[in-house]
């Protein structure tokens, strides 16, 4: 997976909402599909999907989101839970509005659920490196529930973030202002089978 952009954190309240979008250069009829994840108000998008609030699933459908955006199915998409929600683009997004990505999601990578960290660590860190991005610098993690692990050797300067138990958007988001607002330029966000890397741009 390449070229799926982050542009940015959006409040759902609804004073905030139509605030955030103008924020982030966009309009509510350029967004093609939001999907909430649990509970979370009602959004002026016209194709809004519901799905459970699951850390797991949340994570599976943010990759099938990615595969849509980076195949040219979709060009912009909300992924929304709690009180907020991330943007997500497609190239052809950013370039035909002119918009700023802040991020990027680079790859999405799958692996058994009970595969010992250090096997599937290194997995991802090899593919990463065959697609030129360094394993070896600097960075941070977050990961859906409660699982968190040693992240070296195959990692070894990437940080967990602060433990907080948070949902998948509100997970997204922190990392990729993280990688925004720190030196860092390597994000990994984790649930059990599933990994998701991020670049700061």
């Not at 959006?10 to 004073?15: K, P, R, T």
């Not at 982030?24 to 799905?51: D, F, N, S």
């Not at 660590?121 to 990463?128: E, F, G, Q, T, W």
């Amino acid at each position: 997976m390449a070229d799926v952009f982050w542009l940015g954190e959006l409040s759902l309240l609804a004073s905030a909402f139509s605030n955030g979008l103008r924020s982030l250069a966009l309009k509510p009829e350029w967004i093609q599909e939001a999907h909430v994840l649990g509970q979370a108000p009602e959004l002026p998008i016209k194709t809004l999907y519901r799905w459970p609030g699951d850390s797991s699933a949340a994570h599976r459908l943010l990759h099938f989101a990615c595969q849509a955006l980076e195949s040219g199915d979709l060009d912009l998409l909300l992924l929304a839970s709690g009180q907020g929600a991330t943007v997500l683009a497609s190239p052809d997004a950013v370039g035909r509005w002119n918009l700023l990505p802040r991020a990027s999601l680079s790859a999405c990578f799958s692996y058994p659920p009970d595969t010992p960290s250090d096997q599937f660590l290194s997995a991802l860190a090899y593919r990463l490196a065959t697609v030129e991005i360094e394993p070896a610098q600097d960075g941070y993690a977050a990961a859906l529930g409660e699982i968190e692990f040693s992240l070296a050797p195959a990692f070894p300067a990437v940080k967990w973030l602060p433990r907080q138990v948070l949902d998948l958007t509100a997970q997204l988001n922190r990392v990729c202002a993280a990688l925004e607002n720190q030196p860092a330029n390597l994000g990994l966000l984790f649930s059990a089978g599933l990994a998701t890397v991020i670049e700061r741009l």
